[in-house]
């Protein structure tokens, strides 16, 4: 089946390492997007990318950076990470063109020490 | 930007009882508001969405109305079951799809 997958499922890293999350996809989507989860947040989106060309900032971009390097794949990295980016990761994609339902992956559980 | 609040932010209803679960949005150029469920430990995955140009829809035992008025939108779950289980998030949009803005959540607990 088509799906969206994420790696890693779990991280633990220390303070000022960088790290990349990386996204994919095989359901043949254009747009993918890029949220975390906090507990009693909801989710709030990070980047977001319509095509291989386009890259969009979201709610709360800072101290996070995303490469869309083909259109199945959207990675996102912190350059230096802090303990409060500790939360759940969730990459997600769209048809878009008037179908809107975002399909996300199982997510990346980070910690930060 | 948009903010979306949810209330309440946790619920507990009787198996068999019915389950509101409401949502205000800030934007009135909003025009999309999906709802959807994750269930402890998986994903998020839609259940219904609704446009601006429709106050409601249904689909089995749950509904979602609209109220542009006031600007409130809410989910009703009917004939609850323990599979209903779970964190319930709304969310809006000014331009469908694009740039969702989830509400806190709600987690939903149906007792047997």
């Known amino acids: 089946d088509a799906d969206v997958t994420q790696t890693p499922r779990n991280r633990i890293t220390k303070t000022g390492k960088r790290i990349m999350l990386e996204c994919s996809q095989t359901?043949?989507?254009?747009?993918m997007y890029w949220y975390r989860q906090d507990p009693g947040l909801g989710l709030r989106l990070i980047y977001y990318s319509f095509d291989v060309k386009d890259i969009n900032k979201g709610e709360i971009s800072d101290g996070y950076s995303v490469s869309r390097q083909a259109q199945a794949k959207f990675s996102l990295s912190l350059e230096s990470a802090i303990p409060n980016q500790t939360a759940l990761y969730f990459c997600?994609?769209?048809?878009?063109?008037?179908?809107?339902?975002?399909?996300f992956g199982p997510g990346t559980r980070l910690t930060v020490l | 930007g948009e903010n979306v609040e949810q209330h309440p932010s946790t619920l507990s209803v009787q198996e068999g009882d019915s389950a509101v679960i409401k949502c205000t949005y800030s934007d009135s150029a909003s025009n999309y508001f999906p709802w959807y469920k994750q269930e402890l430990g998986k994903r998020p995955q839609l259940i219904i969405d609704?446009?601006?140009?429709?106050g409601e829809k249904k689909d089995q035992r749950i509904a979602v109305t609209l109220n542009k008025t006031a600007k409130h939108f809410s989910l009703h779950i009917t004939e609850t079951q323990p599979e209903d289980s779970a964190v319930y998030f709304c969310?809006?949009?000014?331009?469908?799809?694009?740039?969702?803005?989830f509400g806190g959540g709600t987690r939903l607990m149906v007792k047997p």
């Open positions: 997600a994609t769209s048809v878009g063109r008037g179908r809107d339902e975002q399909f």
């Open positions: 609704i446009r601006s140009n429709v």
């Open positions: 359901k043949g989507h254009d747009r």
């Open positions: 969310a809006a949009s000014y331009n469908a799809g694009n740039m969702l803005t």
